[in-house]
Nanobody, 124 residues
Framework: QVQLVESGGGLVQAGGSLRLACAASGRTFSSYGMGWFRQALGKERDFVAGITWSGTMTYYADSVKGRFTISRDNAKNTVYLQMNSLKPEDTALYYC?????????????????WGQGTQVTVSS
């Protein structure tokens, strides 16, 4: 069992930056591929970024490539999402998700655990 708690969301102006964190409970965090998803009001939840258990491979949605960076610290049981050059269209509830012994995918059904989300609002 893994519990995920996101933090770091908030209100920021367009062009600004935020760093999200997802803290995981449990001793097997390093066994999980991790992903970040987001859901804007009235829209479906979409993949944002993913990282393998070792951190050696990362994946990004086209809409955030070059602006967002996913990373992890297995010693701290935490995965991060550094978001730069934020745009109003990045406004959403951001979730982290864990996939046991799996390569992160864009499909939310492939993930085993989810956090409650942290709100990111980007003003124009």
């Amino acid at each position: 069992q893994v519990q995920l708690v996101e933090s770091g969301g908030g209100l920021v102006q367009a062009g600004g930056s935020l760093r999200l964190a997802c803290a995981a409970s449990g001793r097997t965090f390093s066994s999980y591929g991790m992903g970040w998803f987001r859901q804007a009001l009235g829209k479906e939840r979409d993949f944002v970024a993913g990282i393998t258990w070792s951190g050696t491979m990362t994946y990004y949605a086209d809409s955030v490539k070059g602006r967002f960076t996913i990373s992890r610290d297995n010693a701290k049981n935490t995965v991060y999402l550094q978001m730069n050059s934020l745009k109003p269209e990045d406004t959403a509830l951001y979730y982290c998700a864990a996939r046991f012994l799996g390569i992160p995918t864009t499909q939310e059904k492939s993930y085993d655990y989810w956090g409650q989300g942290t709100q990111v609002t980007v003003s124009s």
